[in-house]
């Protein structure tokens, strides 16, 4: 159980503390591609860190995926439930006064910029790191659920929002939040990885057409 801990506290802190030294310390998104290629690349340890820790767990998690109806019922559920907190969390947003997210308008330039790339990155690579950290790692260092729930989807909105347009942390709250809960109900990430896979998978097809 330590090790579990400790393990996690790893994949998190990696995770979490690479990309705000690549945010501040690095050029925008927007104006260098070295910054983008560095966060993906950050991704990509995170997932290789987490298989290497938890390949065990992982497996289990998966095998009961592909045999359990109700599991893939709860994807579908949770995907729905994704678009319902982004749509509230755009709602809140736009009536405090903001048009957009900065985060959303560099993901957007990104993909225009790198479109196969960032396609795969924000349909695949980050809904995946994303779900290990946030929500399997996170669980493995919070145990109590509510706590977990609000703390995860809390650090998962702020840093979609580093650039200081914290109105816009709402859709990204609202969706950490269902992620959150889903993952405590199913006890299976790949719910949560799958379901957050399909929506990034459907935005970034939207922001392509």
Sequence with gaps: MQNTFYKS??????????????????????ESP?????????????????AAFFHTELAWQWKEL?????????VGLA????????????????SLGAAGSHNGE???QSVSQFPVIMTIYLSLIAPVAEELVFRFS????IGQKWLFIIVSSIVFGSLHVL???????????????????????TKNI??????HLISNSLISLLSIL
Aim: hydrophobic share 65%.
């Design 9 to 30: 506290l790893i994949c998190c802190t990696q995770m979490i503390l690479v990309y705000i030294l690549i945010f501040y310390f690095m050029p925008s998104r927007s």
């Design 34 to 50: 070295v910054s983008t290629i560095c966060i993906i690349l950050n991704a990509c340890l995170t997932i290789v860190l987490a």
């Design 66 to 74: 592909v045999k359990n109806k109700k599991l893939w019922k709860a």
């Design 79 to 94: 995907f729905v439930f994704i678009l319902l907190a982004k749509a509230l969390g755009l709602v809140i947003m736009r």
């Design 106 to 108: 560099v993901a957007v």
């Design 138 to 141: 996170f669980k493995n260092i």
């Design 163 to 185: 650039s200081g347009d914290f109105v816009a942390i709402f859709p990204y709250l609202f969706t950490g939040f269902v992620l959150a809960f889903f993952y405590v109900r």
């Design 190 to 195: 790949f719910v949560t990885i799958l379901a």
